[in-house]
């Protein structure tokens, strides 16, 4: 009963083993991740158009439903950059920013995502996420790092500039620069510098270990917080027209579902999907990578349901969208952090900020969060993961360039949805033409390979003939067309083998296209063969008629085939040379 409650809650496994070592590691951990949650909940709430308060907030119970139901040990929940984008790609047309009607749409959307989280759990759907592909992903995140840098520009110069893309953007930002407001722009860009070196120097000028050096790094933004607020409150610079973040709320969030209006659910409904989707790829991603370095690993269906009861408890805690952060992720691995507890007291060091702490945030100015958001943001920006792509894979590049230009020119859902889409139009397009290669033995062994890269031995009563791709309803056709291509090449066949040793499926388009070939070919007086069929579609196929009514073989290996079918170039090649080195690698 126990290890089955354990399944369900994954912090009955380690709590059952938890010590007093486990619980230093994991406080030390929490104060360096509270220190360095604090002044990003502020600055994400900003960037989704929400009050800094709602940043607070859900920085508190949705950590402590990620270390109840989450398998990551350090993964740390809350407000990212890249959700907080979407939030306000998605509400900003609907909704007056700042407005009580769109922090009450930010708390629908979190509750949509949650719920979707958990319905996809539930069907066990984790594996829709693999249809981001991560070229897809990694030029998503680029792009909107840099539509986000840009966004908080207007703050850093204490002007008025908006847009839904990087044109727009740039324009107004060009329209309105003679604007700019001079002790804004100075408390900003010092902010910047400040925060950018003591992110890349502070830990190396003070001596600390590397590990030490780069937590000690993420603590800029808290000083910059302080200083500032101490700054503007010293010189009144609020009265002279610095922004600042105003009256935030003191107190914990009342726990209470938002009100759901069954419009606005349908208008969210797409984007609250696109949301979790992003999410759960961002947070699993970051999940596996941590959890590799302790030889452990993280259950995909589970951290479905872990993140959508941290959305629904954001949602009920008058929070925002939230998912696993890497920044955040990094700090508490590289902090020690044993066990997700850390999280779950790094939520109490939020809750002790919203209970005490929340009146000195009055004069924390809008310039600061903005800094803090563009330096964290730019480390996300791997403009030449497009160039390494495209050498590697023009496919893959194309989809990474399209949906970074997506994202820079139309907006970050068009940008997510033309970069899947055409990465799934390239691979539905790939797997339609699939490879397909005549094979010959190679002399002195019982390999085989392609005729056109090695010098190999063929047989002129058998052709052999490998597919390096499973066979489905887009290439079934392509298939018969190759072999009947291949079949006029070699008019002395009596044989032809099927090679499948690349064949993960045939689906019952393909295997009509498979009872199709075969007639053909025994209509031409060639019988059809097959070798090296993977067990599990030996398994489909013997669920068919397709066996019994082709008249061939099934052999173990095309060896077999051939030694079966041609015994005198079998005996040939393995008494013969080994052949040279392929002038094109293997094939």
């Not at 199709?516 to 025994?522: K, Q």
Request: charged share 15%; net charge neutral; hydrophobic share 50%.
């Amino acid at each position: 009963m126990r290890s089955r409650l354990a399944r369900y809650l994954p912090c009955l496994q380690w709590g059952a083993t938890y010590d007093r070592h486990a619980a230093s590691r994991d406080s030390l951990a929490a104060v360096i991740v509270t220190l360095m949650l604090i002044p990003q909940s502020l600055a994400y709430a900003m960037l989704a158009g929400l009050p800094a308060i709602n940043g607070l907030y859900a920085s508190i119970l949705p950590l402590v439903a990620y270390t109840l139901f989450g398998t990551s040990r350090t993964l740390s929940v809350g407000p990212v950059a890249v959700i907080s984008l979407m939030t306000a790609a998605v509400l900003g047309p609907l909704f007056v920013a700042g407005s009580a009607e769109y922090a009450g749409a930010a708390l629908v959307l979190a509750l949509l995502s949650g719920v979707l989280l958990l319905a996809m759990a539930l069907l066990r759907l984790g594996f829709l996420a693999n249809f981001l592909s991560h070229p897809v992903i990694s030029g998503f995140i680029s792009a909107s790092a840099i539509l986000i840098a840009l966004s908080q520009l207007r703050h850093i110069l204490g002007i008025e500039a908006q847009g839904d893309n990087a044109v727009m953007l740039l324009l107004r930002l060009q329209q309105e620069l003679p604007q700019t407001h001079l002790p804004t722009l100075a408390i900003g860009t010092a902010s910047l510098l400040f925060i950018y070196l003591t992110r890349c120097h502070l830990g190396r000028w003070l001596g600390a270990p590397p590990r030490l050096a780069d937590s000690i790094g993420k603590i800029g933004p808290i000083i910059a917080l302080l200083g500032s607020i101490l700054l503007v409150s010293a010189l009144e610079l609020g009265a002279a027209g610095v922004k600042v973040v105003g009256i935030v709320p003191q107190g914990l969030p009342t726990i209470s579902l938002p009100e759901l209006d069954l419009a606005l659910l349908r208008q969210l409904l797409p984007a609250a999907l696109l949301i979790s989707l992003v999410g759960f790829v961002e947070s699993v991603s970051v999940g596996q990578t941590l959890a590799s370095r302790h030889r452990e690993r993280i259950d995909p269906n589970q951290e479905l349901v872990a993140l959508g009861n941290a959305n629904i408890a954001a949602a009920l805690s008058g929070g925002m969208p939230v998912t696993g952060g890497f920044s955040r992720s990094v700090v508490n691995y590289d902090a020690g952090a044993k066990t997700p507890m850390a999280g779950a007291l790094a939520a109490v060091g939020i809750a002790i900020t919203a209970l005490y702490f929340t009146p000195l945030l009055h004069d924390l100015p809008h310039a600061v969060l903005a800094a803090i958001i563009i330096v964290a943001v730019l480390s996300l920006v791997d403009i030449g993961a497009l160039g390494r792509t495209w050498r590697y894979s023009r496919q893959d590049g194309a989809a990474m360039a399209v949906s970074m230009l997506g994202v820079l020119l139309i907006g970050v859902e068009a940008g997510i949805l033309l970069g899947a889409g055409l990465s799934l139009l390239l691979f539905l397009w790939r797997t339609s033409q699939p490879h397909i290669a005549v094979v010959g033995q190679v002399p002195g062994s019982e390999h085989f390979r392609n005729v056109e890269r090695y010098a190999v031995a063929e047989s002129s009563k058998v052709l052999s003939v490998r597919v390096d791709e499973s066979l489905y309803f887009p290439n079934a056709r392509f298939l018969e067309d190759r072999i009947a291509k291949l079949v006029g090449q070699h008019p002395a066949a009596e044989h032809l083998v099927l090679m499948c040793p690349g064949i993960n499926l045939i689906d019952a388009s393909a295997l009509e296209s498979l009872e199709t070939i075969s007639e053909r070919l025994r209509t031409a007086g060639i019988q059809l063969h097959l070798s090296e069929v993977k067990g599990p579609v030996m398994d489909k196929l013997r669920r068919s008629d397709f066996l019994r009514d082709f008249g061939g073989q099934v052999f173990l290996s095309q060896f077999d085939a051939l030694k079966a079918l041609d015994p005198e170039t079998t005996r040939k090649a393995l008494a013969g040379a080994h052949p040279s080195s392929p002038a094109h690698g293997e094939g």
